[in-house]
């Protein structure tokens, strides 16, 4: 039946990384409509959030969720077919994939197919962890088929709804909303020590030529400036992973240098850091739209080029784009407001409304009477007959959404050994990403 102002709002979040998880449960918690007196909301109602962290390469460790500090009334790790067997037997209100856009295509289609008989569905919705700067019409096509389809900024809901009607595809979906997890204090002036943080990413830079560099001017920086703390901000420890691979962690390459005594590696939840920082470097994270927010002078870097292969493309127009150099000889970057603006980053207090459009979407589509449609994506059996396909299986299911024979899935949790051997698979998998793979991609040079 349709959600009641009586009974809680029950919400369910499909997450397959770290970053992801963090999305896609803060999104739920900002787009519920559950606060009284909330446009489309209803009032009085509580909110019940279960968590589904999809089994892979990157599901996220207990150190990473707890660092994340998101939490859920339930937790659990699934298979696809584990999870649409959920989906099935459970019965949500609200549904948010926060998944790569391949995941979010085969759970819209076996959605689809667990639902075919049911006169009540949730309302599904999807979005992006951060900055679109690559695979856009990919990307989107893949998410084409939920109910909402969230963009970060008005710059994004534009390009997205010229993507879905470039090809003819229902562009409605599109909603404008802002990254769920920007906050915290505005910056209000230098800290003692002036800090500098240096936020590393995965996977950007990709060369072991270009990271090193990173990490040699980033400690020059702290020799240069011994009065400051200078901060090296990481996503995770050797051999765990987040959204995307980390071949060559920064850890390691830090151990042939000798850095200073004011030169630190930290972890920990980006926003306690940037609660200290005062200058934030980077290449292309998203947490330099986390820093622009609370107005923190914020650096993107150019000395590896200004190219869509790093992101950093994204910040053409920022004010934020800044050498080494330039860093070094105190330059202080000055973004520019309506670039900001743009990009969904409400510093002048617009951030408190960013998510109404979509509460009283999901609040009137909770309210449909004879509940919602079948998921429709843009991609079919007969639109991409050379690609739905093998999009399918990679998560056990054929192209009608239905499991294929023999799919990973259990009725119950697994026990002691099976844990250990995930264990086991797991990180015999990420050696062979760290270690092997890259001795064999130098080889292929020679």
């Given at each position: 039946m349709p959600a009641s102002a009586t009974k809680p709002l029950r919400v369910a979040v499909l997450a397959d990384s770290d970053t992801r998880w963090k999305w896609g449960a803060l999104t739920a918690n900002r787009v519920a409509p559950s606060e009284p007196g909330e446009p489309g909301a209803a009032a009085g109602r509580d909110v019940r959030l279960d968590g589904y962290l999809l089994r892979g390469r990157a599901t996220p460790t207990a150190r990473q969720l707890g660092e994340v500090g998101v939490r859920a009334d339930s937790l659990r790790e699934v298979t696809a077919v584990e999870f649409l067997r959920a989906m099935r037997e459970e019965s949500y209100d609200l549904l948010v994939l926060a998944l790569v856009g391949g995941g979010v295509q085969a759970m819209l289609h076996g959605l689809k197919r667990v639902w075919e008989d049911r006169p009540h569905r949730p309302v599904v919705v999807t979005g992006y962890v951060g900055v679109v700067y690559e695979k856009l019409a990919d990307g989107l096509l893949l998410r084409h088929g939920a109910d909402l389809v969230l963009a970060n900024s008005r710059q994004d809901a534009d390009r997205f709804r010229a993507v879905y009607e470039g090809v003819g595809a229902d562009a409605s979906s599109v909603t404008e909303v802002a990254l769920p997890f920007l906050g915290g204090a505005a910056y209000e002036g230098e800290h003692e020590p002036f800090t500098v943080v240096f936020a590393a990413q995965p996977s950007v830079p990709d060369?072991?030529?270009?990271?090193?560099?990173?990490?040699?001017?980033?400690?020059?920086?702290?020799?240069?400036?011994?009065?400051?703390?200078?901060?090296?901000?990481?996503?995770?420890?050797?051999?765990?992973?987040?959204?995307?691979?980390?071949?060559?962690?920064?850890?390691?390459?830090?151990?042939?240098?000798?850095?200073?005594?004011?030169?630190?590696?930290?972890?920990?939840?980006?926003?306690?850091?940037?609660?200290?920082?005062?200058?934030?470097?980077?290449?292309?994270?998203?947490?330099?739209?986390?820093?622009?927010?609370?107005?923190?002078?914020?650096?993107?870097?150019?000395?590896?080029?200004?190219?869509?292969?790093?992101?950093?493309?994204?910040?053409?127009?920022?004010?934020?784009l800044a050498s080494w150099d330039q860093l070094d000889d105190g330059r202080r970057p000055v973004p520019d407001a309506e670039w900001v603006a743009r990009q969904g980053v409400a510093a002048e207090g617009s951030y408190g409304t960013a998510f109404v459009a979509a509460r009283e979407r999901i609040a009137k589509l909770l309210g449909r009477p004879g509940g919602l449609p079948p998921l429709t994506p843009y991609y079919t059996p007969v639109t991409a007959p050379g690609y739905l396909p093998g999009i399918l299986a990679r998560h056990h299911l054929g192209p009608d959404g239905a499991p294929l024979p023999g799919a990973p899935a259990t009725d119950k949790e697994p026990g002691p050994v099976r844990q250990i051997v995930r264990r086991a698979a797991r990180g015999a998998y990420r050696h062979g990403v760290q270690r092997v793979a890259p001795v064999i991609r130098r080889m292929g040079e020679l």
């Open positions: 060369s072991r030529r270009d990271r090193a560099y990173l990490l040699d001017r980033l400690v020059r920086h702290a020799r240069r400036h011994p009065e400051r703390e200078v901060l090296l901000k990481l996503r995770s420890k050797p051999g765990e992973h987040t959204t995307h691979i980390e071949e060559l962690p920064y850890q390691k390459l830090v151990q042939r240098l000798d850095p200073p005594a004011n030169f630190r590696l930290v972890y920990g939840n980006m926003g306690e850091v940037l609660d200290r920082t005062d200058l934030l470097v980077t290449v292309s994270s998203t947490a330099a739209l986390e820093s622009l927010h609370r107005r923190i002078p914020t650096a993107v870097l150019t000395d590896l080029g200004i190219r869509e292969a790093l992101g950093n493309h994204h910040f053409v127009g920022s004010g934020c």
